[in-house]
C-alpha cells in the first residue's frame, strides 16, 4: 500500500545547479511541487490544473547536483485523490510545509542529477522498442518518458504507436453488507471471455517484465471507498474487435490468515468490464462503472455492464486516455 511521498522542485535544481553541488529540500527544494506524478495530472482536465503556472529557465549552465529530500510525508489512506495531492502541492509551494499537519517519518533520499551531453549508448522508446545505437544486454537501457503536452503538438512519426492509459480513480464499498476492505483490483486486457484470452500487452513495472497479462492497484488498509493513482500503461493491438475489453476483478485481502484457514489471501468480490469499441470507435474519457457481485454473465464482453443492472451497484470510477499519432 502507499506508504510515504515528497517533493523535488526539479526546476529550481536545474536554474541553481550551475556548478558542482550537494543541496538539501531545506534551500533550492523549498517548495517543490514538480513529482512524478504530476507529469500525468493535466491530461485529466487541464482546465482544473492551470493554476500552477509553467516555469521556465536556462538549462545551458545545468550541472551534475546530488540532492538530499529529509522531509518526507506518511501517506494517509483516506487522501489519496488527486485534490487531496494538489493540494498538498499547493502549501508546500506557498509555505514550503502542508498547512494541514501531516506526519513525516525519519529517512533521506538521494537523488543525483546530470545532463544528458551525448546520445546515450543503449536508449529504448516509450513503446520499449531499441533505438540506435543498439542497447547492449551489459547496459541498463534508459527508458524514453512519454509527454503528454497541455495542448497539441504537431511532431512527425517514424514509429507505430498506439497505447492506452487507464487511470482507476475511486471505488466504493460502503453500501455492501459483507466485509469488504483491503480492496485490490486485477486489471487484464482480455481478447476474449476465457480467462486464457488474457492478453500480455500491459507494460510492466521497471524491476519486472517488460509485458505482463495483469496488475494490481495497491491496497489502502481497512478503506472499502478507496482513491487510486495507479497507471495502467497498454499497447493496443492494431486491430480491435468487438470482443476486445477491459476486465477489473476485485478482491478483498486478508492482512491476517485465520484459523484452520489455508490457501489464498484474496476473497473475490465481483467483476466489471468495458468493451473497447462503441460504435466501431476507441472508447476514452471518464467511466463510472458499476460492479457486479454474481459470476460474470454469459457473452459479458458483448455489453456494457450498465445491462445487468439488477446484480450490480454503481461504484468505480475510471478514466482511459488514448495517446496515437
Known amino acids: ?12 535544481v536545474i536554474s ?20 512524478d ?12 490544473y492551470s493554476t500552477f503556472e509553467d516555469q521556465f529557465c536556462n538549462i545551458s ?6 540532492i538530499t529530500i529529509s522531509t518526507i510525508f506518511k501517506q494517509e489512506g483516506d487522501r489519496l485523490s488527486d485534490e487531496d495531492l494538489l493540494k498538498f502541492l499547493s502549501d508546500i509551494k506557498k509555505t514550503s510545509t502542508p498547512q494541514r499537519r501531516i506526519k513525516t517519518i525519519p529517512g533521506q533520499i538521494r537523488l543525483d542529477m546530470s545532463p544528458l551531453h551525448d546520445t546515450p549508448q543503449a536508449c529504448l522508446s516509450t513503446e520499449l522498442i531499441p533505438l540506435i545505437p543498439m542497447a547492449e544486454k551489459t547496459i541498463r537501457p534508459v527508458k524514453e518518458v512519454l509527454e503528454f503536452p497541455s495542448s497539441e503538438v504537431y511532431v512527425p512519426h517514424n514509429i507505430y504507436r498506439n497505447l492506452l492509459f487507464v487511470y482507476p480513480q475511486r471505488l466504493n464499498f460502503v453500501n455492501r453488507l459483507t466485509s469488504a476492505r483491503n480492496i485490490t483490483i486485477k486489471i487484464q486486457f482480455m481478447s476474449g471471455e476465457d480467462p486464457t484470452f488474457s492478453m500480455p500487452i500491459i507494460f510492466g513495472k521497471s524491476s519486472g517484465p517488460e509485458f505482463v497479462c495483469e496488475v494490481y492497484t495497491p491496497v489502502t488498509y481497512h478503506n472499502k471507498s478507496p482513491d487510486f493513482y495507479e497507471e495502467v ?6 486491430r480491435l474487435t468487438e470482443r476486445h475489453h477491459l476486465l477489473f476483478t476485485f478482491y478483498h485481502i486478508s492482512c491476517q490468515q485465520k484459523q484452520n484457514q489455508s490457501g489464498n489471501c484474496e476473497t ?39 445491462v445487468h443492472r439488477a446484480s450490480c451497484m454503481y461504484c ?8 496515437c499519432p
Not at 549552465?61 to 546530488?66: G, L
Not at 470510477?317 to 488514448?322: F, P, Q, V
Request: hydrophobic residues 40%; proline residues 10%; contains cysteine.
Open 61 to 66: 549552465a545545468f550541472k551534475p547536483a546530488t
Open 16 to 35: 541553481t545547479a550551475t556548478a558542482p553541488m550537494d543541496t538539501t529540500d531545506s534551500d533550492s527544494l523549498r517548495g517543490g511541487n514538480s513529482i
Open 268 to 306: 473475490l468480490i465481483g467483476y466489471s468490464w468495458l468493451p473497447m469499441l462503441q460504435s466501431d470507435q476507441l472508447q476514452a474519457g471518464q467511466f463510472c462503472l458499476p460492479i457486479v457481485l454474481d459470476r460474470l454473465p454469459i457473452n459479458y464482453s458483448h455489453h456494457p455492464p450498465e
Open 316 to 323: 468505480m470510477s475510471i478514466y482511459m486516455y488514448n495517446h
Open 37 to 48: 506524478r504530476r507529469t500525468q495530472l493535466p491530461r485529466r482536465n487541464s482546465e482544473r
Open 233 to 238: 500503461k497498454i499497447a493496443l493491438p492494431a
Open 1 to 12: 500500500m502507499p506508504f510515504a511521498w515528497a517533493t523535488v522542485n526539479v526546476m529550481d
